[in-house]
């Protein structure tokens, strides 16, 4: 069957089966970051946008986001770089493994919630498996990255 | 794994209804389960073009639709002022937002899961179900039948002066609840709606009359009601607690929910 959404703020039409998951799709197209971690709904780690909502792309049917808007890190990389590139600074990216779902899960939260607190933080966080840190490190690197964004905004 | 003929998208439930005679064919929901299975589907059947992923508040009821998402639930004001929290606290610890944004409230009760934070909640709400050909039915009485083909179209929950706390244990933050609970005064008594026992949600009501002060509740009736419930109701074994222990932590659930729910007496 015949797929049409927009990825990445671009429109596509591809080739489909009934039974064909989401994450495979994107990552046919191109979209790399999105991988395959528990494949039980659980890791977080091929989480994408559908129409802005942070989803699981290994458990969504690929026909059902025709007509939408799905987004990957491959679309988000100002937001990923700025805010990649600090986490990795603070020393919060330990085995890598977690990253790209958590930097998607982290952008959402930044847009829904653009101050969080601890624990609104940790359970946004909950949602993307990493087994490294106990995300002490994620958490120290978030509250320091959104300190920084306060203060550049105060500055200009 | 999981393989699908057809994907179909409906346009209204009447279709819907035809399509889900078939015993091959299934109703999707957020679909988490499903795509764990190893089954052949022949139509997958999608209701998410039907508008029945919206909350609609009026003066005396909640009406939910069966593909409203467990992350609306946890977000929704009025649900959460209603509830005195407890909605939020009964989904904010399942798996993830990611899964809470797909995962419908329509998949989780009709799936009658015993682990379910979510029927134990809209149980312990005293809610009700619609379905497309049976009409309105208790939610109490519909967790009891066994799935058939007919279509959960939307939950209904009647605003009623109440008081009611929800309460999980679970070993780690997003596993399943090893024992879920909720209390609830309404009408004059108080409920206590336990569920992962590992069965499904069921109710025990004070008919006993231990809690004697209407929502003023002592911590030593909180206490003895809580040892009541965990009497009535039967305990099992799983990997995530023995059923001895799950009587013990049921016994402090229910106390520590009408605490929380009740005032001080």
């Known amino acids: 069957m015949e797929l049409k959404f927009i990825l990445n703020e671009k429109n596509v039409v591809t080739e ?49 986001v025709e007509g939408q808007h799905v987004t990957t890190l491959e679309g988000l990389q ?46 946004y966080l909950s949602g993307n498996l990493c087994r490294c840190s106990g995300y002490e490190g994620q958490l120290r690197g978030i509250k320091a990255y959104l300190e920084f964004k306060d203060s550049q905004k105060g500055e200009a | 794994m999981l393989q ?94 990611q899964l809470r944004n797909t995962a419908t409230v329509g998949g989780s009760i009709f799936g009658r899961y015993g682990f379910s934070d979510v029927l134990t909640v809209f149980m312990a709400l005293d809610a009700s179900v619609v379905c497309y050909k049976a009409g309105e039915i208790s939610l109490k009485e519909y967790a009891k039948k066994k799935a058939d083909r007919d279509i959960l179209v939307k939950l209904v929950i009647k605003k009623q002066p109440l008081r009611i706390a929800y309460l999980a ?9 090893m024992l879920t609970c909720a209390v609830c005064f309404a009408d004059g008594m108080w409920r206590a709606v336990l569920g992962g026992r590992p069965e499904k949600a069921e109710m025990v009501m004070d008919e006993e009359k231990l809690l004697t002060n209407g929502i ?50």
């Not at chain 2, 977000?75 to 606290?89: I, K, Q, S, V």
């Open chain 1, 78 to 123: 100002e937001e990923a770089a700025d805010f990649g590139a600090f986490i990795a600074d603070q020393g919060a990216e330990q085995c890598g493994f977690c990253n790209p779902g958590f930097i998607m899960n982290a952008i959402a939260m930044f847009r829904e919630n653009p101050h969080p607190d601890d624990e609104e933080i940790l359970a």
């Open chain 2, 216 to 265: 003023s509740v002592t911590e030593a009736q909180a206490e003895a009601f809580g040892k009541y419930v965990a009497e009535q109701l039967e305990f099992g074994s799983n990997m995530r607690g023995s059923a001895e222990y799950r009587k013990e932590i049921a016994a402090v659930l229910v106390k520590r929910a009408l605490l929380t729910a009740g005032g001080n007496a």
């Open chain 1, 16 to 64: 489909i089966e009934a039974d064909s998951l989401l994450i495979d799709v994107v990552r046919d197209l191109g979209c790399l970051s999105v991988k395959r971690g528990c494949e039980t709904s659980n890791c977080g780690l091929c989480t994408v946008f559908v129409e802005d909502k942070p989803v699981l792309s290994c458990s969504v049917l690929a026909a059902r």
């Open chain 2, 169 to 177: 244990q679970r070993h780690a933050r997003t596993d399943f609840a």
């Open chain 2, 4 to 97: 699908i003929k057809q994907y179909v998208k409906v346009t209204s439930l009447d279709e819907a209804y035809e399509l889900n005679k078939k015993k091959s064919n299934v109703i999707i929901g957020g679909m988490h389960w499903l795509k764990m299975s190893s089954k052949s589907v022949g139509t997958v059947i999608d209701l998410s073009g039907l508008g029945l992923d919206e909350i609609v508040e009026t003066e005396s009821t909640f009406e939910i639709g069966c593909m409203v998402s467990l992350r609306q639930l946890e977000t929704h004001e009025g649900l959460h002022a209603y509830t005195m929290g407890a909605m939020r606290d009964a989904v904010k610890d399942i798996v993830g937002i």
